[in-house]
């Protein structure tokens, strides 16, 4: 089973940036489609980003598009969220998980769509990281 650590959170201006990380342990994570979600209060999770594997097809919610970016690090066994110009909006704690472990080619596939990150097709949550933008 995968456990997950997320890590990088934190206090950040409007217009900001933060990396956000999330550390595998226990399976690789090239097995599996790995998720950033979100959940801010009184809201429901919603998904944010999913990367195959550590470097295979992405996908993100339209609202931070061209702001973040998912990657993945197969010698950390490790993906990562670069979020660039942060908005108050984005105030909320954010998540990994994985769904999986997938078919071998699935990192082969060639693009994710929305019903690859459906937050109730995941497992193995981390505790999050809460991600705090002041105006």
């Known amino acids: 089973e995968v456990q997950l650590v997320e890590s990088g959170g934190g206090l950040v201006q409007a217009g900001g940036s933060l990396r956000l990380s999330c550390a595998a342990s226990?399976?690789?994570?090239?097995?599996?489609?790995i998720g950033w979600f979100r959940q801010a209060p009184g809201k429901e999770r919603e998904a944010i980003s999913c990367?195959?594997?550590?470097?295979?097809?992405?996908y993100y919610t339209e609202a931070v598009k061209d702001r973040f970016t998912i990657s993945g690090d197969l010698t950390k066994n490790a993906v990562y969220l670069q979020m660039n110009s942060l908005k108050t909006d984005d105030t909320a704690v954010y998540y990994c998980?994985?769904?999986?472990?997938?078919?071998?080619?699935?990192?082969?596939?060639?693009?994710?769509?929305?019903?690859?990150?459906?937050?109730?097709?995941?497992?193995?949550w981390g505790q999050g990281t809460q991600v705090t933008v002041s105006s």
């Open positions: 998980a994985v769904n999986g472990p997938q078919g071998p080619g699935h990192i082969m596939k060639a693009q994710y769509s929305s019903a690859e990150c459906e937050a109730a097709d995941f497992g193995s």
């Open positions: 226990g399976s690789t994570i090239e097995d599996y489609s």
């Open positions: 990367i195959a594997g550590s470097a295979g097809a992405t």
